[in-house]
């Protein structure tokens, strides 16, 4: 188990992409769109855990290094099965951001699932994934 | 923005399963298995920081509540599309551990991500979803 | 330096409610009702820092004992002097909910700060304070 | 909401200083100074809850950015009204330290608040503000 | 890797006693006694580093239980290797607090070395074990 | 009380390697290497919280800078006396990693404790100290 080392590496500018859909009943994109759930605004709610959860990064993923981020976003918007979610965040450092979007757009899914599982226990979180990273020794990467 | 009032509630047994899926590539899959992944044992540290993530979930999302976690256990096993994940969370509490169910194996199947990314970039996070709740005012729930 | 015993006492219902004021310039004020603020939504992200720090109470305040709470709301209005804030925390416990009140109200106010400093760095937070508790050996108690 | 992109930016000094007041009984304060306080030393924990305060700042605060931070002190000092306690933070990076000088000083306050809530509920915190910055794009600001 | 089932246990009063020993060179022990470190407080330092560890305890150590703790101290004084420093922890719950306890000397212990390390690096940390414990299941043990 | 100022040093290379000794039953080393412990492979474990302890050092250190570690590794392997532990951390700031290396070596030493309490509950941790660190103005220091 080891932390590999980056230290040889150089501090450059690095930005990553993730995404995720959170499928749900029709009623409950409804719901989320009109404002009527009891626990408060969700989307303003699931945006904001998106970009704390990236400062928690390397406190959920063992091996992953501490960074220092330079910026976040959260996107919602909504989509045939219910939303959409993407997360941008960026760095100048030895290494990526990678998990640090994917933990954006998976605090805020979840955060979704919570503030609505009351009424639709059956929500799912699907396609979990990097879209896009660049910089790096490795360089650009974008799924097809 | 509400933490909602669970105060009324009874402290009662309540347990809850989640899962998901972790798509990767075969060779992915093999390099978990027999060990060949520069950062260490895969499996190994995935499960613990699934078990770590179910006591930072009031921290990651916003609304939960802070619960007193009785039992966490979360299971890896190999299925057609890479890896399958489970996670069982047990309290005696006034409100239930689905969050903290979907919360470890969210952090398990992140943390493989994380171990392999180098290699296979493109996996993606599947069906991370509730599959079963028991105890509680609203009983017993199981996915169909 | 201490963390008193306090096994000896009840679990009973408990309830804190706190206030603070954030004095800030009119064209602040109106900034934040009218969403030109670029960082974002700020009376969504205030009170839901304010929930979350309910939280992270006794991991600030090193003499607090850590509760199990039960409900949490932050509610701002607009005032005289720019923004009220209160928060109100419930708990059935052994001591009492005053301190997760005053981080509530003290992370939404710092937020606010946070999210308008580039423009009013002479904001203010005042009257930072206790308005209500019930509950527990010393029973009621509230600001005349 | 976004953390805003602070990578453009260049690695600076800079630094923050922010001050604030704990009005209480004047009974408390002599409390204070004699070392009656039943938790302990109530000057050396709000020092040290306001220096840990700093590093926890980009968890409490949802949009700041995480921060290399260089130096942190706390001074407290007896005034008219009870204590004054001011704050000075630190550091060589993209943006400045403002929002972890006021937290330090909050985290202060509240520490003193907690130690002595028992004997003296009604104290309260008043003008947590900043006092000066100075470093970064917008250079060198001061109360008047 | 699992957080074994402690949900049939009883809630019970429970207490763990733990300590340390920190060797010094009889200079630095002089250093602490009279106030002459840059960093400050040595003893106030360390022993609230100490309570808050208990309260960090589950987070440290992967497979302990969060728990409710309702009174923790820390007790520092000098012997024959330099410092003795012990910690007593309670609860009221389903599982014992020897974990918390030995955090607890851990990190005072480790506050010293950081606070003495650039006057004495080759400072260490001697015999980190439980001394007491009571309540639960198990019952009552005290090393001999 | 105060985290003192390092911005006026260099980023430069910096490594620390910490060790500590777990003394244990002879009947307690054999069942972590024959895999009979109930809450599970202890060695994956305590590496793994030694390496998530590096990142929480500031966390648990009052007066301990954040700091960007830029590698991490711990080591385990059997002894006369039971398990003998080492940590290396390499950063490329302006302050040592000397206080992350200690709290990786502790927390993996109080896991391997956690782990096996039940069933040896005299176990202590001996010797936790450092025994080399480089780079930095003091330069190179190894325990002789």
Known sequence: ?????????????????????????????????????????????AKLAGVMAVKRTPDLIPLCHPISVSAATVEISPCDEGLALTAEVKTVDRTGVEMEALCAVMAAALTVYDMLKSVDRGMSIERVQLEHKAGGRTGTWSRT
Do not use: C, F, H, N
Not at 11 to 40: F, H, N
């Open 1 to 45: 188990m080891k932390m590999v080392d980056v230290g040889g590496k150089e501090r450059t500018e690095r930005v990553a992409r993730a995404s995720a859909k959170v499928r749900m009943l029709p009623a409950s994109l409804e719901r989320i769109y009109q404002g009527q759930v009891e626990k408060g605004d969700v989307l303003a709610a």
